[in-house]
């Protein structure tokens, strides 16, 4: 059982996000989300989606800004971010071959960490499977990120630590106190076309011990998302939603 604020990734329903996004955020307030997980703005100002949050009732816990925009428009990116009440800028995706380019971007995080926190704000790194599967000398990336950079969070994605051939439960308690979220994700591994996201329960992460890691760590907030959808995504929402709210994995209300 986990008593932590649950949100959605906004990423879940991009493409619903595109087409309305002011609808969307109404949509994940009437399911009974606690805040949501921005990917993307839709366009809006910072001042006109603050009220739109606040007559919701939605809460901002985190927002993925890109690494491109996190370095050439850092100013404006963590401007926005604050004022629109965002707890946690999130850094969403990485990928160099050469490994002193982790080591330049864990000192390009360490110093927007530094001014994140300067706006009230907290700078996390979001993982995949390759920072788990791929090493820096004898470390793993993520590992490296995280010791390089001490300022930052982890915003650990548990189905991309699982298929990088990691357990989510040791990575939970060996960052304990540095986790302001999880991604609450499935996976299956499918033969054909790489690792695929899926459903909470239907996929191989043992999801209800990493959920009594996260309690035990205290982790604020979960985050639901899904990357991939078979068909309509709130219909994946919705399911996993379903699953989280269990009597087994949430605490009433």
Same mark, same amino acid.
């Given at each position: 059982m986990t008593t932590a604020s649950v949100g959605l990734q906004l990423y879940t329903v991009?493409?619903?996000f595109a087409q309305d996004p002011l609808a969307t955020l109404a949509r994940a307030a009437r399911l009974g989300f606690a805040g949501v997980e921005f990917a993307g703005y839709g366009g809006l100002?910072? =001042?006109r989606l603050r009220r739109e949050l606040d007559a919701l009732g939605l809460a901002a816990p985190a927002s993925h800004v890109s690494i491109v925009r996190l370095t050439n428009a850092s100013d404006a990116e963590l401007a926005y971010a604050a004022e629109l009440g965002v707890g946690t800028v999130v850094a969403p995706y =990485?990928?160099?071959d050469?490994?002193?380019a982790w080591t330049r971007l =864990? @000192?390009?995080l360490e110093d927007l960490a530094q001014r994140s926190a300067l706006l009230g704000m907290q700078l996390a790194y979001h993982n995949h499977a390759h920072e788990i599967r791929e090493r820096v000398g004898e470390v793993r990336v993520l590992d490296h990120l995280l010791e390089r950079a001490p300022a930052i969070g982890a915003e650990l994605d548990l189905a991309w630590i699982e298929a990088g051939g990691a357990d989510p439960v040791d990575?939970? @308690?060996r960052y304990a106190g540095r986790v302001p979220l999880i991604h609450l994700k499935d996976y299956r591994p499918t033969e054909h076309d790489g690792d695929s996201t899926v459903e909470l329960g239907t996929g191989v992460v043992d999801l209800d011990a990493a959920l009594a890691a996260a309690e035990r760590t205290g982790v604020p907030w979960i985050i639901l998302e899904q990357d991939h959808c078979p068909g309509d995504a709130f219909a994946s929402v919705e399911q996993n939603l379903a699953w989280y709210r269990d009597a087994s994995h949430a605490a009433p209300g």
């Open positions: 991009r493409d619903i100002d910072s =001042a =990485a990928r160099f050469d490994p002193d =864990a @000192e390009t990575y939970l @308690e």
